[in-house]
């Protein structure tokens, strides 16, 4: 399998190291904009269009009823900074400059989407729910308007004191409606027939698991009361029971999973009918996916990700929903990764795609060419000693993903080495 995605990497990493643009499908009459959603640690197989027996995704289930739905998508890194970096700049993390541990901003080396399609006439606006996405990482690099929708309430209570990020921390100063509600505000100030690029980062469902009063006892009963030892689950996702009690039960986290998932997308319904209202919903192409998932219970990897390279962590939603440009209603089985997420919304926008992406449009698999799909996917992950950074020319852990495959049938563990893009026009891959 590893001597089977030498030449693609090698292809792709020559692919990495062009300058000239591929061109964009050509243009019809219409303007399309973009929202792009991303959703923190959302695992594809908790909504109800992947299976999940619980109503916790009306609005993404109806969503992927108008467009097309990939049943099996996968983060290239899962965790929040690494991951959404290869998404908005459709490159691998090696060669994105973003580090698991330390921590460093997005290089401005890069060319995200939002200063793509800024090029290309687009009014562009962001808000994130999740500090790791926020000005201090560059992550508002091409935006002209750019929202840290938990800052405003920070500051309220700490005045200009530093805000010192932790795990779910954030959540104590945002949610979901007010990501809502701070694009909301941006999409009326444009004028008519402005075309746009929204981008909103939710937060929910990343721990800790606290849904709106209103979503108490929703879902009750649902998962088997499973005990296990406190030290097992991360500290930041502990609750405590009416007596002050730590709470053991997975069976109680993963009922306020499930909630925090319904109430994220009770959030993104009111958007959706506020664009129909607006009369932007036709000419604007809709694409929620998330960062990456959670494990909750598999392996004993309980209520994380990221430290770990385990598909629970990696599998993730993705709808493309535009209409008459994609088929309603269509489901693509094979794998497919957010690398190719950048190069797939430029087609559909009829923007010339940068051929130092190294993602492939999704948009001829979209539409039944089953022979355009991927030849491999792979995703890295591990802890602060996994050498990810670009230039490191270390190995990254991966998984070969067969095109045959289900969503866990990964095989065996991976070594695969990605070089960095230096100039040079021949690369290998070993």
């Known amino acids: 399998m590893l001597a089977a995605l030498a030449p693609a990497l090698a292809a792709l990493a020559l692919a990495g190291c062009a300058e000239a643009e591929r061109p964009a499908a050509a243009p019809g009459d219409r303007r399309t904009s973009l929202l792009l959603v991303t959703v923190d640690t959302l695992r594809a197989d908790h909504l109800g269009a992947w299976g999940h027996p619980l109503e916790t995704s009306p609005a993404i289930d109806a969503l992927a009823a108008e467009g097309v739905r990939f049943a099996d998508a996968t983060v290239q890194w899962p965790k929040t900074w690494p991951s959404t970096a290869s998404l908005l700049t459709g490159t691998w993390p090696t060669q994105t400059g973003v580090r698991y541990r330390p921590r460093r901003p997005l290089p401005e080396r890069n060319r995200t989407l939002a200063e793509i399609l800024a090029e290309a006439g687009c009014r562009t606006a962001g808000v994130v729910a999740n500090a790791n996405l926020g000005r201090r990482f560059a992550f508002d690099q091409g935006f002209e308007h750019f929202v840290e929708s938990w800052m405003r309430a920070y500051r309220e209570q700490f005045g200009e004191r530093a805000f010192r990020n932790r795990?779910?921390?954030?959540?104590?100063?945002?949610?979901?409606?007010?990501?809502?509600?701070?694009?909301?505000?941006?999409?009326?100030?444009?004028?008519?027939?402005?075309?746009?690029?929204?981008?909103?980062?939710?937060?929910?469902?990343?721990?800790?698991?606290?849904?709106?009063?209103?979503?108490?006892?929703?879902?009750?009963?649902?998962?088997?009361?499973?005990?296990?030892?406190?030290?097992?689950?991360?500290?930041?996702?502990?609750?405590?029971?009416?007596?002050?009690?730590?709470?053991?039960?997975?069976?109680?986290?993963?009922?306020?999973?499930?909630?925090?998932?319904?109430?994220?997308?009770?959030?993104?319904?009111?958007?959706?009918?506020?664009?129909?209202?607006?009369?932007?919903?036709?000419?604007?192409?809709?694409?929620?996916?998330?960062?990456?998932?959670?494990?909750?219970?598999?392996?004993?990897?309980?209520?994380?990700?990221?430290?770990?390279?385990?598909?629970?962590?990696?599998?993730?939603?993705?709808?493309?929903?535009?209409?008459?440009a994609l088929p309603e209603g269509a489901v693509v089985p094979e794998p497919v990764g957010l690398v190719d997420l950048a190069p797939t919304l430029l087609e559909l926008l009829d923007v010339p795609v940068p051929a130092r992406l190294v993602g492939r449009s999704l948009v001829p698999l979209a539409r039944g060419e089953r022979e355009a799909a991927p030849p491999f996917v792979f995703f890295g992950g591990g802890d602060e000693r996994a050498p990810t950074a670009r230039g490191a020319g270390g190995p990254v852990e991966a998984r070969a993903h067969p095109r045959a495959g289900g969503p866990r049938d990964l095989g065996p563990r991976r070594v695969v080495a990605l070089p960095p893009c230096s100039g040079t026009r021949r690369r290998r891959a070993t």
Do not use: C, N
């Open 167 to 324: 795990p779910g921390r954030v959540k104590r100063f945002t949610d979901a409606r007010g990501v809502v509600d701070e694009g909301l505000a941006w999409l009326e100030s444009l004028g008519p027939g402005e075309r746009f690029f929204l981008w909103l980062h939710f937060m929910e469902p990343h721990g800790p698991y606290v849904a709106p009063e209103r979503y108490e006892g929703l879902f009750d009963g649902h998962y088997p009361s499973t005990r296990v030892p406190l030290a097992a689950l991360p500290g930041y996702q502990v609750q405590r029971d009416g007596r002050g009690a730590p709470v053991r039960d997975l069976g109680f986290y993963q009922t306020r999973y499930d909630r925090e998932i319904r109430h994220l997308d009770g959030a993104l319904a009111r958007l959706l009918e506020a664009l129909e209202r607006l009369g932007r919903r036709r000419d604007t192409l809709v694409a929620p996916t998330a960062d990456h998932g959670e494990s909750l219970v598999e392996d004993g990897y309980y209520l994380e990700h990221g430290r770990l390279p385990f598909q629970p962590a990696a599998h993730v939603p993705l709808v493309l929903a535009l209409e008459g």
